[in-house]
């Protein structure tokens, strides 16, 4: 990519669904598609309900934020595998991390797929009870030329009406025994 890259602030509000409005970065030129006007399946627990999808005009990079709300169990971190083992996405690192004041999870993966090796990056995060996640995802031999333009995008992301954590990021480190 190498040229400077011209962001515009974006506000994301669901019809209907007000209490989900977030905002985030898009880069001048990319592609906003409307999304289906399917209604969520929330009973099929590797569903996530996009929020948005900004595609690069120029091939299979691409930004999402999805939404569900927060499985009855587990952590953030636990509902995050979960959703990547089901796309069979290879996960590579998970940190905790910070985004906009909220604890969140940062993750890197890999998947193969027919157009080649896809390489993603991953921020998740529970507020209210709902899940979320922002996806970057490009192929990996182009990756490190728009890296900082995903990064810049997955970081940008920030809810409109925080309401708080109520579960942890990560389960607690097993107990010493003596």
Not at 42 to 49: I, L, N, Q, R, V
Not at 101 to 122: I, K, S, V
Not at 131 to 150: D, H, N
């Amino acid at each position: 990519m190498g040229a400077e890259v011209d962001f515009e602030a974006i506000e994301i509000v669901p019809p209907g669904r007000e209490g989900l409005a977030c905002s985030c970065l898009r880069p001048k030129g990319w592609v906003q598609p409307p999304l289906p006007p399917d209604e969520p399946n929330f009973d099929d627990p590797a569903y996530a309900m996009p929020l948005t999808v900004i595609m690069a005009p120029y091939g299979v990079v691409v930004y999402t934020i999805s939404v569900r709300p927060a499985y009855a169990e587990g952590t953030v971190q636990d509902w995050l595998l979960y959703l990547c083992g089901q796309e069979h996405f290879e996960v590579e690192g998970l940190e905790e991390t910070e985004l906009n004041g909220l604890p969140a999870l940062l993750a890197e993966a890999r998947q193969t797929t027919d157009a080649g090796p896809m390489r993603m990056r991953f921020i998740a995060l529970e507020d209210g009870g709902r899940f979320y996640t922002g996806t970057v995802m490009a192929p990996e031999a182009i990756w490190p030329s728009v890296e900082e333009v995903l990064n810049t995008l997955l970081w940008s992301f920030r809810l409109a009406a925080v309401q708080g954590p109520t579960v942890p990021l990560s389960p607690p480190p097993p107990a010493e025994s003596t």
